[in-house]
């Protein structure tokens, strides 16, 4: 029986695995690594960036909070001006529970992994709004370019820091490209605001030993698989079944892999069914098949948002393992 990290690279590679990678059971995310302050439900706060974060108690998750007072970037030509980069330095004991849980890893059996998030287009738009933020692309090109270098170099900053502290064999990396039918800009704009800057960052990844880019976007963003090929990712997980993913692995399959098809929405929810689970499981193990594939829930990390349903579904692609391999 393959190692988890063996049945990834075969699938991957178009090999020969001997079963499905079972949802993120190859990653062993580090989420323990100092990063940026977030919510937890029912607070509101301001992290390092300036970035007001509300997670009310009736919703899934936290979002800024953009009304006049509380947003971080009012015009962007004054951007430097209201914006300090967060430190990357952080003290020994700050990072000591992420090197022990990196130590405890059997790295031949998965991938110890780095998570970071926000990516640098979530970034526009917390900052300053998804209106000004889609604005400026058009309105004011030159600050905007200025401010993803600015991003891109912290994030590059950061690789620095972790790299230097657990040396990661993966990343897994968030940020959200499209809505659930269509991309949020064209190609065209994403090539020229987005491509170059991600080929810088991911770059330094890769240049410092991290042998595996999984990159999170839960939405359409099949019209943007080739600029992810030439960014260097290697998985884009979240694929929602709006991008036609069978189609996606015909066309791109040996070049990129899909980890995804399971979407949240209609099956992470609080009155959840185990039939409707399998059925979208095997649905999905049929017609996406075993190369270049991961049945996975939408969700950006290993769990779901309501008990049972991420465990649910492990046991249904198990499974599928048992019925086709």
């Avoid at 260097?232 to 079944?241: N, R």
């Avoid at 959840?272 to 939408?298: N, Q, S």
């Amino acid at each position: 029986m393959l190692t988890k990290r063996q049945n990834l690279m075969e699938t991957i590679k178009g090999g020969n695995p001997d079963r499905f990678v079972n949802q993120y059971e190859f990653l062993e995310i580090i989420l323990e690594a100092p990063l940026r302050t977030r919510p937890q439900r029912g607070q509101t706060i301001t992290n390092e960036w300036g970035i007001t974060l509300s997670w009310p108690e009736a919703q899934l998750g936290p979002f800024p909070v953009h009304d006049e007072a509380h947003i971080a970037i009012k015009d962007i030509t004054k951007w430097r001006e209201v914006i300090q980069c967060p430190t990357v330095e952080f003290s020994d004991e700050r990072w000591a529970p992420a090197i022990d849980h990196a130590n405890s890893v059997d790295r031949e059996d998965q991938f110890v992994t780095v998570f970071f998030a926000s990516g640098t287009f979530e970034m526009i738009h917390f900052l300053q709004g998804m209106e000004n933020g889609l604005m400026n692309l058009y309105e004011e090109p030159d600050y905007t370019h200025e401010l993803i270098e600015f991003l891109t170099d912290y994030e590059i900053r950061y690789a620095q820091q972790i790299i230097k502290r657990i040396k990661p064999d993966a990343l897994f990396h968030h940020d959200d490209w499209g809505s659930q039918i269509a991309s949020l800009i064209s190609p065209q704009m994403f090539e020229e605001f987005f491509l170059e800057p991600y080929k810088k960052a991911y770059g330094f990844w890769k240049d410092n030993g991290v042998e595996l880019i999984v990159h999170h976007s839960d939405s359409y963003a099949a019209n943007l698989v080739p600029y992810m090929i030439d960014m260097g990712i290697d998985i884009w997980q979240g694929v929602m079944t709006t991008n036609n993913t069978p189609e996606l692995i015909k066309q791109y399959g040996g070049q990129i892999s899909f980890m995804g098809e399971l979407d949240s929405g209609p099956l992470d929810v609080k009155d959840w069914d185990v039939k409707m689970i399998e059925e979208h499981v095997e649905k999905a193990c049929r017609t996406c098949g075993k190369h270049y594939f991961i049945p996975c829930l939408t969700q950006g990390l290993n769990f779901s948002s309501f008990p049972g349903v991420y465990e649910a579904t492990s046991e249904a692609i198990e499974r599928m393992s048992k019925k086709m391999f």
